[in-house]
């Protein structure tokens, strides 16, 4: 069986599937399309493989993608956004917006936005954050439809995209292109939406600075917690505090322990500007400080303890963390303790 990851958990926005119902289609029929569980229906986060599925089971039965991504980008309630998509919809302008949304859509995989100015446009482009597989086409169009639906019920104006680009063909392209207002081109090296700059500088009509208040550092904090969990460092450096007195441990241990190939662990720290060797060499300088606080534990067991096999090597490796030896920063630690209880 294949195990379950944090980062393959997808949300499903609460107004989701009364959506599917307004526009004529039965949840209960997409499920059993998708091969799914009925019981589906009410659960608010399911794997990355049943998100995909439920897309595509709904893209199938209303017949054409294109279709299905016009009516039901036009029809979410915007009353039922979730907090994030709340943050975006009652935004200053239509910058705020996306730039919330783009910055908020990480706590929500598995598609990732990123947005980049070219001269008088501003491109929108989509990826994915964690699936091993792109997600469904009609997912792709829906997700670009609802970034030029949003900015069309915040500044109440009829705004109209300059392209879209797109890696597969999506269905109808009459349809598509009367709906963003611009050519679409299919067969593209991505999935990019292309608005005009002088757009996103239009004031929303829903804007909310006292609502914004409220949301915006709840969101915040929720994102950093979600960015502190997702970081392949932080789980390197968890496994190999509890490796460490088991002896050498390299990176094709930790990366089974991930589930990932080495050369694949390597790249992600890297983006994260690290490595495996200064990961080791922090958890063992953290462990070690640690340690040294309790005075039961013997210098040597504790070279042990941090994955050192003989003693001097630990204390070379001590004095270039902290300049001296692991006995005098103890002794140290002691003197400054018992200054506090004096005081």
């Not at 709340?86 to 935004?91: N, V």
Request: proline fraction near 5%.
């Amino acid at each position: 069986m294949k195990k379950v990851t944090a980062a393959d958990r997808v949300k499903l926005a609460p107004g989701f599937w009364s959506s599917l119902l307004f526009i004529g289609i039965s949840p209960q029929e997409v499920a059993r399309h998708a091969r799914l569980p009925l019981t589906i229906i009410n659960d608010p986060v399911i794997t990355t493989a049943q998100y995909y599925a439920i897309w595509q089971a709904y893209a199938e039965l209303v017949g054409d993608a294109a279709t299905s991504i016009v009516k039901l980008a036009t029809a979410f309630e915007t009353a039922q956004y979730p907090p994030a998509a709340l943050a975006t919809f009652h935004a200053r302008d239509f910058r705020d917006a996306l730039t919330r949304m783009s910055r908020y859509k990480q706590m929500c995989p598995p598609e990732n936005l990123c947005l980049r100015e070219e001269g008088e446009h501003v491109v929108v482009e989509l990826d994915w954050q964690h699936a091993v597989e792109p997600g469904p086409p009609v997912l792709v169009g829906i997700t670009l439809a609802y970034l030029l639906e949003l900015g069309r019920r915040g500044t109440g104006r009829p705004l109209q995209a300059h392209s879209v680009e797109l890696v597969h063909d999506i269905g109808n392209s009459k349809v598509l292109e009367d709906f963003f207002g611009c050519s679409v081109r299919v067969d593209a090296s991505g999935n990019r939406l292309t608005l005009y700059g002088s757009d996103l500088e239009r004031p929303f009509v829903s804007y909310n600075a006292e609502l914004l208040e409220i949301l915006t550092p709840t969101l915040d904090r929720h994102l950093d917690e979600h960015q502190s969990k997702r970081k392949i460092s932080n789980k390197v450096k968890w496994i190999l505090s509890r490796c460490l007195s088991r002896g050498r441990i390299d990176i094709q241990t930790v990366a089974n322990e991930l589930g990932m190939s080495d050369r694949s662990l390597q790249r992600r720290l890297t983006e994260e500007g690290t490595s495996f060797k200064q990961l080791l060499v922090q958890t063992r300088h953290e462990q070690a400080l640690n340690y040294l606080v309790d005075p039961s534990l013997e210098i040597k067991e504790i070279a042990f303890l941090v994955g050192y096999e003989d003693q001097n090597s630990f204390y070379r490796a001590f004095r270039s963390w902290e300049g001296e030896t692991p006995a005098n920063w103890r002794i140290a630690q002691e003197h400054w303790r018992s200054s506090l209880v004096t005081e």
